[in-house]
């Protein structure tokens, strides 16, 4: 590696730490709290050097009249030291909480803000290691590496400034070793940045391969899958626990490295301490404090080379926070304010491709939803048919071509705006841990009184199972609605959609999780729904979209047939093959 290549490495680590700090600067207050606790704490240590001085003086020249004093000395001085270990203590831990929750808010506010394709090019695993494992290393970074340093540091100044008024020449012969121990740490920080980027991305892999399990262990069970996730699972924790030892042998040979420093240190300064010209003038208690002092200085300063890895290890999980913070979000780059919307959608000449993708999604659409009309979009999967409704709310940019609402270009309305126009169905159903009514009035709409939320009920056929429920509409769903069967969460869905009354209505395969008794339900509540309101449906079962206005058949991105039921069955083309498979038995 060449010097242009390691300073870029290490000015990047270094401007990477100090964004860390940015973050805690806020909290000055409780540096400074920590940092007079700690000062206290460090005088305490010298001051133990120097009381063990006093009590050998005292002894050698039988000074005995002075052990009360003494005695209570040795108390006062651990006080004194308990009373700055806890402030520093305290302090430097509400510091480090508050780091976490600000990070933490920090990077799950990047994460509802970024665009579609980020989530779907990023494992949902490695995204909560990243607010989980990741902030908890930067929070350390910044609070036990400062708390250490602080520490350890005033109490290494402490001893040195003890040392130095007792016998200045001895104490320069162990600060020899000074540089050599800098040497060392140095070495092995960069060695432990690189090996903690590779154990915060093992972590990462661990969360997705167990998390995909937990969320289907059914598919898992059923299919006898359980096996072959424990191999991955297996795998997963055995790169996590190589990279650990990896980073545990650096670490471990770190420590005894700088020991055995300092151990040469004060074997050459008790073999100089013997020399009568070195010595001087020094006392019995003066020369048994300086080497308790010396000794002392072994822990702190031990302590302050472990200081790196752990700075490290926060620089290394802070670039891929800071990674997530500089992701770019969703493009707004809408100035109109919509406030009353007819419904009617233009699309002309639409062209669409995924990032990354080497063919188009969509290809030279041509289409016009009439406000208040109900469109059905039907084909083959990976025909387009729901990329084309993502374009819709904007959950994916970069088109060929035009959308218009009502004459206006999509990209000419204010997202928020634009996106309270539109309700949607999903045909994988969110649901959030709550209740029922937390559920169909979500949001915006979280105001909503019961009247609303219950007449919302009605129209999704909500309450057709909200009597058997212990709470009715105040019943836990459970997370991701685990407690209800499909059918039920799907309803719920419908009769969110129905509460938010917006003018353009998009159904992706609505009615798919519901048994035959509920889909008639569904069709007469939706048939309801659906009146005053631009619908688009997209449906692989052609019963339920048989009344609607216009079907779009869709092959391969393009737009193939269009015309009402009876029309395209006429045809006798797409539309009618896809028919008769549907109904051949």
């Given at each position: 590696m060449s010097d242009s290549t390691k300073a870029a490495g290490q000015d990047s680590g270094w401007h990477i730490y100090r964004r860390i700090l940015i973050h805690v600067k806020p909290l000055w207050y409780g540096f400074v709290a920590s940092f007079i606790g700690y000062a206290i704490y460090g005088a305490g240590q010298a001051l133990a050097a120097k009381w063990l001085e006093m009590v050998v003086d005292a002894v050698q020249r039988n000074a005995f009249d002075q052990r009360l004093w003494l005695a209570l000395s040795v108390v006062g001085i651990f006080l004194l030291r308990g009373i700055g270990a806890f402030i520093g203590n305290y302090s430097m831990s509400y510091v480090a909480r508050e780091t976490v929750h600000t990070l933490r808010t920090r990077v799950f506010e990047s994460l509802l803000r970024l665009p579609t394709h980020y989530y779907h090019q990023n494992p949902s695993g490695e995204m909560l290691s990243r607010l989980t494992y990741n902030v908890e290393q930067v929070t350390g970074a910044v609070t036990n590496a400062i708390k250490i340093s602080i520490r350890e540091g005033l109490t290494v100044v402490g001893l040195l400034g003890y040392m130095i008024y007792l016998n200045w020449k001895l104490t320069l012969i162990f600060l020899a070793a000074g540089p050599f121990i800098g040497i060392v740490v140095s070495i092995a920080s960069k060695r432990m940045r690189r090996l903690s980027r590779h154990l915060q991305s093992s972590v990462g892999d661990i969360t997705s391969v167990a998390s995909e399990a937990i969320r289907g262990f059914q598919v898992v069970r059923i299919f006898g899958g359980a096996p072959a996730e424990h191999n991955r699972f297996k795998r997963a924790s055995e790169q996590n626990k190589r990279q650990s030892m990896k980073l545990v042998v650096t670490q471990s040979l770190n420590t005894p490295a700088v020991q055995l420093l300092i151990a040469l240190a004060m074997a050459t300064?008790?073999?100089?301490?013997?020399?009568?010209?070195?010595?001087?003038?020094?006392?019995?208690?003066?020369?048994?404090?300086?080497?308790?002092?010396?000794?002392?200085?072994?822990?702190?300063?031990?302590?302050?080379?472990?200081?790196?890895?752990?700075?490290?290890?926060?620089?290394?999980?802070?670039?891929?926070?800071?990674?997530?913070?500089?992701?770019?979000?969703?493009?707004?780059?809408?100035?109109?304010?919509?406030?009353?919307?007819?419904?009617?959608?233009?699309?002309?000449?639409?062209?669409?491709?995924?990032?990354?993708?080497?063919?188009?999604?969509?290809?030279?659409?041509?289409?016009?939803?009439?406000?208040?009309?109900?469109?059905?979009?039907?084909?083959?999967?990976?025909?387009?048919?729901?990329?084309?409704?993502?374009?819709?709310?904007?959950?994916?940019?970069?088109?060929?071509?035009?959308?218009?609402?009502?004459?206006?270009?999509?990209?000419?309305?204010?997202?928020?705006?634009?996106?309270?126009?539109?309700?949607?169905?999903?045909?994988?159903?969110?649901?959030?841990?709550?209740?029922?009514?937390?559920?169909?009035?979500?949001?915006?709409?979280?105001?909503?009184?019961?009247?609303?939320?219950?007449?919302?009920?009605?129209?999704?056929?909500?309450?057709?199972?909200?009597?058997?429920?212990?709470?009715?509409?105040?019943?836990?769903?459970?997370?991701?609605?685990?407690?209800?069967?499909?059918?039920?969460?799907?309803?719920?869905?419908?009769?969110?959609?129905?509460?938010?009354?917006?003018?353009?209505?998009?159904?992706?395969?609505?009615?798919?999780?519901?048994?035959?008794?509920?889909?008639?339900?569904?069709?007469?509540?939706?048939?309801?729904?659906?009146?005053?309101?631009?619908?688009?449906?997209?449906?692989?079962?052609?019963?339920?979209?048989?009344?609607?206005?216009?079907?779009?058949?869709?092959e391969e991105g393009r737009i193939v047939e269009q015309g009402s039921h009876q029309q395209l069955l006429d045809k006798a083309g797409a539309y009618a093959k896809l028919h008769a498979m549907q109904f051949q038995v």
């Open positions: 300064l008790l073999f100089m301490a013997m020399d009568p010209v070195v010595l001087g003038g020094m006392t019995t208690g003066g020369f048994v404090a300086f080497l308790t002092a010396a000794g002392m200085l072994t822990k702190p300063v031990r302590q302050l080379t472990e200081v790196s890895p752990i700075i490290q290890k926060g620089i290394a999980a802070a670039e891929s926070l800071f990674g997530v913070i500089d992701e770019p979000g969703e493009q707004d780059t809408g100035t109109r304010e919509l406030k009353e919307t007819r419904g009617e959608l233009v699309l002309r000449n639409l062209s669409y491709q995924y990032p990354g993708s080497q063919t188009q999604a969509l290809r030279d659409i041509n289409l016009c939803l009439p406000a208040g009309k109900t469109v059905a979009l039907v084909g083959r999967s990976g025909s387009g048919k729901s990329t084309l409704a993502s374009l819709i709310p904007r959950f994916n940019d970069g088109w060929q071509g035009e959308i218009l609402l009502d004459g206006l270009p999509l990209q000419e309305i204010r997202l928020e705006s634009l996106r309270r126009q539109i309700s949607l169905v999903n045909q994988q159903v969110v649901l959030f841990d709550g209740s029922i009514a937390d559920n169909i009035a979500y949001g915006a709409m979280a105001g909503a009184s019961e009247e609303l939320i219950l007449a919302a009920a009605e129209a999704a056929h909500v309450t057709e199972f909200l009597e058997r429920l212990p709470d009715g509409i105040h019943t836990l769903v459970g997370e991701n609605g685990v407690l209800l069967s499909g059918g039920q969460r799907q309803r719920i869905a419908i009769a969110r959609a129905i509460l938010k009354d917006a003018p353009l209505l998009i159904l992706d395969e609505a009615t798919s999780a519901l048994d035959t008794e509920s889909e008639r339900h569904i069709q007469a509540a939706l048939a309801e729904v659906v009146k005053g309101r631009t619908t688009l449906v997209i449906a692989h079962r052609l019963s339920t979209i048989e009344s609607a206005d216009l079907i779009v058949v869709m």
